[in-house]
Each structure stands twice: as structure tokens, then as C-alpha cells.
């Protein structure tokens, strides 16, 4: 790695035993989707499991996201007639990535992903449906799964209700800091600390590291992704980089470090995303001299960086009724009407006037886009507008900055979950997923496509329940 990222409070100990209050089969650390997912597989399994979750409740990144997961093949799709496989979607993955991901992994996820979404809904009965109306950039055909109110609240909800069920035992208000391992790289216990400042040292035949990554953690942000110096972190307080320091210490191999979530919607001042059908369906976003600045459709995350390089690192996305009318279905969207984010003009003039957008700018661009729609052609970012509708009186817009989620980069795993070593030999009984895995996206913020923070959330979360089970007692 060359730098030093390990911190004195996050640390791995070495021993050959330790004295354990307690021997649980199988330990997760972290209580968000990739945490319930994990321990849900566990429990199918026939085994005990034990989630140690920081907060109150659990709710993690998930809880913080739409909660779409995409999944090709998934018997909801095929109901719907939708027409997808594995290789499409994998072929997807890659392609916005440009090659630049492990495509073994990337095609095993892809072709699990369907499986995941029959077992939480047909094992477990979660109430996901497919999204309508729209494709997320990069996918070729609708795949994105998601709760009734398209919210991760509501579908870690049912998740955390499905582990009651289940028998899932949750220590809630407790973190890990330290991890107990023996001079093989085994893992012997985790120390659990309460809000008392006590650490309980608590055995396991299995561990499953499921705290996300790096974004909460400011210095290692500033030290691995320069670039998002003034971008505001929208993700769970928690991300301090655990799995990371503690996969340094382990002698863990580790990529894509620089990788990320971004978003260039969160709207300024509220903190609430405005999700991306405002543009895909053919908004655009204008900067304060009313001119388009970037390709917004090629995607959410690296449009981020471009929304930080505007004046005063804020644009304002800008949309009509019509789109206004798809984002309705959207928990988050609702939020933001709530909320008085969404300013509405009846006129380019109006609007300019209301935003403080330059008034000729703004028309100007407007025309232009209209333009573009009608004829099909590129523009100057290489952006098409063909066969959207063209941007019509009522107009809304929404002030918003660019904002980093979470961290896509971590700790490199097979087919299994289980975490690689730096010479590919995997360690004895150390398993993660979702960001504290090594993700899909490749090194930067342009690979990232909508829903690849869940897919490896839940279908490597599953699969390292699934794994752990196996060698747990």
C-alpha cells in the first residue's frame, strides 16, 4: 500500500488464544444490509450468528440509499417480461468500468444476483418489485429491485425485521476496534466495546466484516481521493476505514482504494439526494451562468467532480412536470418537496429569477436542449437527447453540490467472500461484502452504475453467510 493507514485504535492482535466471554460460529461486524444479509444466510444455514452494530438500530449506508438492488433474471423480471441474463448484466458492469475490474468476481456476482433477490423474496418476504419507467445509465434493460417507498430505510426495515424472525441475535451501541488473530492469519475473536468504555472479548469460528469503507474517515478521503476535497459527505458516520486498517494488518490484498460513490444531486443546504431520473429522463444541469458544464447522463457519480468545479462547487439541475411527475414515486423525492427544495416557474424568465441563474444563459440553454431533443443530435459533451421529451413550462430546479456516498475500493475477495491474502492465498476465516469489499466500479467514480454498492452488498453478504456457515462449528 506504501502509506500508513492503520490508526492506534483500530488494530489487530496477535495471540494464540484468547479469553472469550463467549464463542459465537459466526461474527458480523456491522448491522447494514451487507451485516442482515450475511446473518440471514447464516441462520438459513442452521447456525448462530452475532451482529455487533455501532448504532442504535441497524441501518448503515443502506438505510441512506435508495435501496434499489439490481439483479438479472430474477423471477420478478421475467413477470414483468423484462428480458435479461447474467452476461448482459455483466457485459454492463464492465463496460461502464471500462475493463477495470476483477471480471471473474463481476461475473459471479452477476450471475447470483437473481438468486439473491428470490431468496429475500420468496424465503424471506420482503415486498420488492421492479422499478418502472425509466433505465439507471449504463444498464441495458430495468433491473433495479427495490421496497414500495424506493427507500433503504424501508428495506432495512424489513430486513432487521426478517432477522428477528430468523433468531438473528443484534448487540446494538457497541463497536470493534480490535480483532484477535493467531500468528496463521486465523481470526479468534472480535473485542465489542460499549457505550461504558468496556470491551467484552467475544470468540468466533467465522468472521464476516460487513462496516463499509473509508468515506467517514477525513483523511484518508483527503490522502486516497484528492479530488473530492469539497465534497460533502451524505454516508453513515461509521465509515472510518476498519476494514481497511485491519486488512493492512492481516497482510490483505486491496484495490480500487481511490474508487467511489459520488453524487452531483444532493440538494445544497438539505442534504436530501435528488435522484438521477430528473436527468436521464432529459433535465439538465446548468451552473449560476445558466450553461451546461458536462455529459450529466453519463452518470451521477462522476458528474460529482464536475458540480465541484462550478462556482461556489454548486449547479442547480433543472427538469419540467413531466419529470417532476416520475420522481413522485421516490421516498426521498418527497423529502425534498417537503422539504422546499423544489423551486417551480412558469417561465425560463421566472425561473432565472427565482434561482438567481443567469437569465440568458438559462434561455439559452433551453433552447438549445429543445433543439436537441428534436433532432436527435449530439452536443458538444456528447450527450443525445433522442427520444426524450422536450423540457416544457411548469419548470423546476433544485440547487444541489456534489457529494461522495461511500468508498467502492477495499479488501479483495474471491468467489466466496472469503479475503485474499496480497499472494492470492485466501486467510482461514475471514469473509466481507459491500464496501468493505473491493467493488465492481474499477479505480475512480465513472465506472460506478447505479446499484452496484448493493448488489455487492447483498449478493456478497449472502454469499459470505452462506461460506461462514460452513466452517463455523
Not at 475490474?101 to 428470490?118: C, K, N, P, Q
Not at 490484498?253 to 438521477?276: E, R, V
Request: overall charge negative; some cysteine; charged content about 20%.
Amino acid at each position: 500500500m506504501g502509506e500508513e493507514m492503520t490508526t492506534n485504535a483500530i488494530k489487530v492482535v496477535r495471540t494464540q488464544s484468547i479469553d472469550a466471554i463467549a464463542e459465537i460460529p459466526v461474527i458480523v461486524i456491522g448491522g447494514g444490509g451487507t451485516g442482515l444479509c450475511a446473518a440471514l444466510a447464516v441462520r438459513d444455514a442452521g447456525k448462530d450468528v452475532f451482529v455487533i452494530e455501532r448504532d442504535k438500530q441497524p441501518l448503515g449506508t443502506t438505510a441512506m440509499s435508495t435501496g434499489l438492488i439490481p439483479a438479472a433474471g430474477s423471477k420478478i423480471q421475467q413477470a414483468a417480461g423484462v428480458e435479461d441474463s447474467p452476461q448482459l448484466f455483466a457485459d454492463d458492469i464492465k463496460g461502464k468500468a471500462s475493463g477495470k475490474v476483477d471480471g471473474e468476481v463481476v461475473d459471479f456476482l452477476a450471475s447470483e444476483s437473481a438468486h439473491t433477490i428470490d431468496w429475500l423474496v420468496e424465503q424471506h418476504g420482503l415486498q420488492l418489485s421492479l422499478v418502472e419507467g425509466f433505465t439507471y445509465p449504463g444498464h441495458s434493460v430495468r433491473r433495479m429491485h427495490g421496497m414500495p417507498s424506493r427507500s433503504g430505510s424501508e428495506l432495512m426495515g424489513a430486513l432487521a425485521d426478517v432477522c428477528e424472525t430468523a433468531g438473528v441475535d443484534i448487540l446494538t451501541e457497541a463497536t470493534v476496534d480490535t480483532l484477535y488473530a493467531n500468528d496463521e492469519g486465523r481470526i479468534l475473536g472480535v473485542g465489542a466495546v460499549r457505550p461504558d468504555g468496556e470491551e467484552d472479548i467475544i470468540g468466533c469460528d467465522a468472521l464476516i466484516l460487513a462496516c463499509c469503507g473509508f468515506a467517514g474517515n477525513e483523511e484518508m478521503v483527503a490522502r486516497l481521493i484528492p479530488e473530492l476535497e469539497h465534497a460533502t459527505f451524505h454516508g453513515h458516520p461509521g465509515n472510518k476505514g476498519h476494514a481497511i486498517a485491519w486488512g493492512e494488518d492481516l497482510d490483505a490484498a486491496m484495490a480500487d482504494l481511490s474508487s467511489y460513490q459520488g453524487h452531483a444531486g444532493l440538494a445544497a443546504g438539505f442534504g436530501i439526494p435528488i435522484l438521477w431520473p430528473t436527468i436521464t429522463e432529459g433535465g439538465v444541469q446548468v451552473n449560476k451562468a445558466g450553461m451546461r458544464f458536462a455529459n450529466e447522463a453519463a452518470g451521477y457519480s462522476e458528474q460529482a467532480v464536475e458540480v465541484l468545479k462550478q462556482e461556489g462547487h454548486v449547479a442547480w439541475t433543472v427538469y419540467d412536470e413531466t419529470r417532476h411527475k416520475i420522481m413522485e414515486q421516490f421516498d426521498d423525492y418527497q423529502q425534498a418537496i417537503t422539504a422546499g427544495c423544489l423551486i417551480r416557474a412558469e417561465s425560463p424568465e421566472e425561473l432565472a429569477d427565482k434561482t438567481g441563474i443567469d437569465p440568458d444563459g438559462l434561455r439559452a440553454t433551453l433552447v438549445e436542449t429543445q433543439l436537441l431533443t428534436e433532432s436527435g443530435d449530439k452536443d458538444q459533451f456528447g450527450r443525445s437527447f433522442a427520444g426524450k421529451s422536450p423540457l416544457r413550462a411548469p419548470f423546476y430546479a433544485v440547487r444541489v453540490t456534489g457529494a461522495l456516498f461511500h468508498t467502492q475500493g477495499g479488501l479483495e475477495v474471491g468467489k466466496d467472500a472469503r479475503v485474499l491474502r496480497q499472494d492470492r492465498s485466501a486467510l482461514p476465516n475471514l469473509f466481507a461484502g459491500g464496501g468493505a469489499a473491493r467493488g465492481i466500479s474499477g479505480p475512480g467514480a465513472d465506472g460506478y452504475m447505479a446499484g452496484n454498492g448493493l448488489l455487492t452488498a447483498t449478493t456478497l453478504g449472502r454469499i459470505a453467510g452462506q461460506e461462514a456457515a460452513k466452517i463455523a462449528s
